[in-house]
């Protein structure tokens, strides 16, 4: 079943198109972490969803209605994010009552377990909560409320690291527990990937990449040898990366060469690895040429 | 997938209790104002009379809740302004919730803190009697008690109760529409100078009296609850309108 379905979404603002006519399908019950630059409209794209903006022209539909205005949609889904905001008066405690009311699904006891482990004071005021202690408290309101759609945007800023370990572990239990459809956006992959069944690589606009991981790393291999060698090997082929390492270069090409090629290549020492889901990603998000070095050129 | 489908009813009751929860030192605030007025209205005021006929002088102090009423209106005045920014906006939507749930609750909460409001303020006068006896020392007190006038005890409480819902709604739907578009700021900013200037062929202060008059003069019971139930309702639904497509938590 389709939770979320995008048809050629558009969102602008006053200044500037940030997606266009973008399309994807999230099915139920699927973790799918959103990655992609800073500014290409990872946390627009899941504004959307929930219904807190309106999309300027196409359709968002999500539990097969119009998120926008949608109470169905609000009680079935969360947001979390740093903007998540609670009256100042308000503790930890009295935080996890109002959850408690507003959402069917909230596991109470998990709560206050996790609340208890991340050492929060039960009666420290959420709004005097340091950025990291926020963005944990947030995550476990994430956590607990069980929502059939659960959305984190970003949800580690701040977070130690090993506070953001021991949250990324807890959503792995709490929703092989409790399946549920996910939606994780991060700028870290590699601090996610494990975590993924699918990725859905947001860039320029609209859906650059949807599948799982492993095709995701497939899309490119790594190719590491002399660098005349290389150049003579991959003529033709869009080259993603190049990284000089002495004598040696690692370059990053499409994965797109004959058995024959790969073989050619072996016999001239080129070493061939496959890429990191950090690497493809970046590889994909990457403007073919040019790096942050060819600006001080 | 189970589905959770709530009705309107039940998360604007929710969202009304979560705001009476957030707005808790609101409350404390009415409070401190209130227990202010009643101190500034137990001195009263003076007006003596000297009877030359058998030489007596006479001192009637008059003392008066009025304070506490139109402090009680300027308290409304600000927190409905309150409630519409954005940062109250997005508490809300940090839980369940859509625009329309979210202007109800806000309606439902400006509802009780009126009643609340208008009670004390009204109350208050037993409590300025009880002081101002204290501090001046022995006198004649009169007023018409709730033994025997009790409609115009019941008259006080509904027109306080009215005049600060007005007011609440009044800061509600400046305030909604200054969040909609900024352009609004300058057009109030017009109003003001307009209702306060006068000169030859314009005079700002009187027609702004004029709707003061509208509703402070009304003699009939019937045609005051009237005119506030309209004017009520009126600016609820124009706040809902303007900030139905507003986005949230942006």
Known sequence: ?297 | MYLNEPTLSDIVKKQFRFKLNANAASFSTFVLLQAGAIVLSIVGTNSSFFYSSDESLVTIITLSNDTNIVIAMVWAFVLGIMLTTRNKQSESFSFVSTRLSNHLSNFLFMLFSSLIAGISAVLSGSAIKLFGFIFHGEMVVHSSSIVDNPNNLLLQLVTAFAYILLLFLIGYSISSLVQTNKIFIALFALIWILATSMNGSWNGPEYALAIIKFFGSERSILLFTLKFIVAILGLFVISTLITNRSEVRN
């Open chain 1, 1 to 297: 079943m389709t939770v979320v379905e995008f048809i050629n979404v558009t969102k602008s603002y006053r200044t500037h198109t940030v997606l266009k006519e973008i399309n994807f399908t999230i099915k139920q019950g699927v973790l799918t972490g959103i990655i992609g630059r800073n500014g290409v409209g990872k946390t627009t794209l899941m504004k959307l969803i929930v219904g807190f903006i309106e999309e300027t022209s196409g359709k968002v539909e999500v539990f097969s209605e119009k998120p926008f205005n949608n109470l169905k949609v609000s009680a079935n889904s969360i947001l979390v994010d740093d903007g998540m905001n609670f009256p100042y008066p308000m503790t930890v405690t009295d935080v996890l009552k109002e959850c408690n009311r507003f959402y069917v699904n909230w596991d109470a006891k998990l709560a206050e377990r996790l609340v208890n482990y991340f050492g929060f004071h039960p009666d420290a005021r959420h709004s005097q909560l340091s950025k990291g202690k926020k963005s944990t408290l947030n995550a476990i309101i994430g956590i607990a409320a069980r929502c059939p759609l659960t959305i984190f945007d970003e949800p580690t800023t701040g977070m130690d690291s090993s506070v953001r370990k021991d949250f990324y572990r807890a959503l792995l239990k709490d929703y092989l527990a409790h399946p549920r459809t996910i939606l994780l956006s991060s700028h870290h992959i590699e601090e996610i990937e494990d975590l993924l069944e699918d990725v859905l690589l947001v860039h320029e606009g609209i859906a650059h990449f949807h599948g799982s991981i492993t095709e995701l790393q497939e899309m490119f291999i790594t190719l590491t040898g002399k660098k005349e060698k290389l150049a003579l090997h991959t003529n033709g082929k869009t080259v993603f990366s190049t990284n000089n390492l002495g004598p040696y270069s690692e370059w990053i090409i499409q994965n797109k060469c004959t058995q024959k090629e790969l073989e050619q290549m072996k016999l001239d020492g080129i070493a061939i690895a496959s890429v990191s889901a950090n690497d493809a990603y970046i590889a994909l998000t990457d403007r073919p040429k040019g790096g942050i070095d060819d600006v001080f050129e």
